[in-house]
């Protein structure tokens, strides 16, 4: 079945520093690919999104590319601020599922001041 | 507009036990989801419901029931309480998106349950 393999954390950053967390994916149709972040004691947001290749999301800073070829979505940040700590989640959706989301095990990131 | 609430926030319950999980969304969004967190598990889909008076299973459904009576409401049920069950649930929702695909998923603050 569908899957989601993100890299495993805990990452620790300076502020300013650069940011990648990858993400790879398994699926047999063409999936919708996302980034959630969860904030401390909070639910899960939605980061950014792409529905089709080589689509790139962006928001707050943050991007990802959606890459067909090496089944991929890595999260990138040119300067991460303290206010970024949080735990990061790739997600894929896809319509044989009823786009029910599948989950990468997310990484944790802590940026030191 | 509240986006999608959850009640209760906390509960501690003894194993064999039963309760209610609400979730209430003001969105008027078509598709509701409940999921569970555990640590390096990240999130498993329980349940899930298309649409008012229908369900249907997720990822992980055993020990959990689920009803749907009303569009905004989304209940998830644990008859007999294990630690097993022990977890941090949230629910979602969304709405069907552009050309028939879903629409962003949308979650509640979550309801940590602790199983004794």
């Known amino acids: 079945g569908d899957s989601v393999t993100q890299m495993e954390g805990p990452v620790t950053l300076s502020e300013e520093a650069f940011l990648t967390i990858n993400c790879t994916y398994t699926?047999?149709?063409?999936?919708?690919l996302f980034w959630y972040v969860q904030y401390p004691g909070e639910g899960l947001q939605l980061l950014l999104k792409?529905?089709?290749?080589?689509d790139k999301g962006s928001n707050k800073g943050f991007e990802a590319t959606y890459r067909k070829e090496t089944t991929s979505f890595h999260l990138e940040k040119g300067s991460v601020q303290v206010s970024d700590s949080a735990v990061y989640f790739c997600a894929l959706s896809d319509r044989r599922s009823q786009g029910n989301l599948i989950f990468g095990k997310g990484t944790k990131l802590s940026v030191k001041p | 507009n509240a986006g999608v609430t959850q009640t209760p926030k906390f509960r501690v319950l003894k194993t064999g036990q039963s309760m209610t999980l609400l979730c209430a969304q003001d969105m008027n969004h078509e598709y509701m989801y409940w999921y569970r967190q555990d640590p390096g598990m990240g999130l498993r889909l329980i349940h899930y419901s298309v649409g008012e008076g229908t369900t249907a299973k997720g990822e992980v459904p055993d020990g959990y029931n689920v009803s749907r009576l009303k569009k905004q409401n989304f209940l998830l049920g644990l008859e007999s309480a294990a630690p097993s069950q022990t977890s941090v649930y949230f629910c979602a929702s969304s709405r069907l998106g552009t050309s028939g695909g879903i629409g962003t998923q949308y979650f509640g603050p979550g309801t940590r349950l602790t199983v004794l």
């Open positions: 792409a529905t089709k290749a080589d």
């Open positions: 699926a047999t149709g063409y999936p919708s």
